[in-house]
């Protein structure tokens, strides 16, 4: 069945870093792609999504590029500051259902100041 | 986030029946319930879309989902078992249509079941 990936369990940086999270997926066709981020006490908040090859999505410095060729939707942000601190969720949307989506296992992200 | 409420907020439940309200402002015709354990990602367990049950996930019978109109979804729960403690979140979207690909989910503030 579809899934998607992400290999950081936790991701640990000072302000300004780069950051990037690894986000693979499996699945037929042209999946959607989203990611989310949850902040402590709180549900998961859209960032942004794509759905095409080459597609970027972005959202407050944030930016993911849909890549059919490597099945990967990675997150980058060239300067983190410490309210990033957050999990960030890849998730993949059912293109057979059209209405389901299937969250990575999330990015626990600590920002230092 | 008055666009999704959710009640109550927190519980704590022997063995009792109880159910979880949601209510989003939104006017989408998908709504959903997940189930989030801690340091786990939330996982599907119903969606409806135009008030039709369409996904049921591997959900244990005790869970039983209502749709009373687009706007409202509740989430009855009799008999919990300890690994019923979580926080439940209602979300809704906005969908196309069967088929196509899916909209950004908006979800509540959740509901944390504690089951003594």
């Known amino acids: 069945g579809d899934s998607v990936t992400q290999t950081e369990g936790q991701v640990a940086l000072s302000e300004e870093d780069f950051l990037t999270i690894h986000c693979n997926y499996s699945?037929?066709?042209?999946?959607?792609l989203f990611w989310y981020v949850q902040y402590p006490g709180e549900g998961p908040q859209f960032l942004f999504r794509?759905?095409?090859?080459?597609e970027k999505g972005s959202s407050r410095g944030f930016e993911a590029t849909y890549d059919k060729g490597t099945t990967s939707f990675h997150l980058r942000k060239a300067s983190v500051q410490e309210s990033d601190s957050a999990v960030y969720y890849c998730a993949l949307g059912d293109a057979n259902s059209g209405t389901y989506q299937r969250f990575g296992t999330g990015t626990k992200l600590q920002v230092v100041p | 986030n008055t666009k999704i409420t959710q009640s109550p907020r927190y519980l704590i439940l022997g063995r009792a029946n109880k159910s979880l309200e949601c209510e989003q402002h939104l006017g989408h015709n998908a709504m959903y319930w997940y189930k989030q354990s801690a340091e786990k990602p939330p996982e599907l367990m119903f969606l409806y879309n135009l008030k039709q049950l369409i996904r049921n996930e591997t959900v244990p019978s005790r869970f039983i989902p209502e749709c009373p109109d687009s706007s409202k979804l509740l989430l009855h729960i009799s008999a919990v078992d300890p690994e019923d403690s979580a926080v439940y979140f209602c979300?809704?979207?906005?969908?196309?249509?069967?088929?196509?690909?899916?909209?950004?989910?908006?979800f509540g503030e959740g509901s944390k079941l504690t089951v003594l």
């Open positions: 794509a759905s095409r090859d080459k």
């Open positions: 699945a037929s066709g042209y999946p959607a």
């Open positions: 979300a809704s979207s906005q969908e196309r249509g069967l088929g196509e690909n899916t909209g950004q989910l908006y």
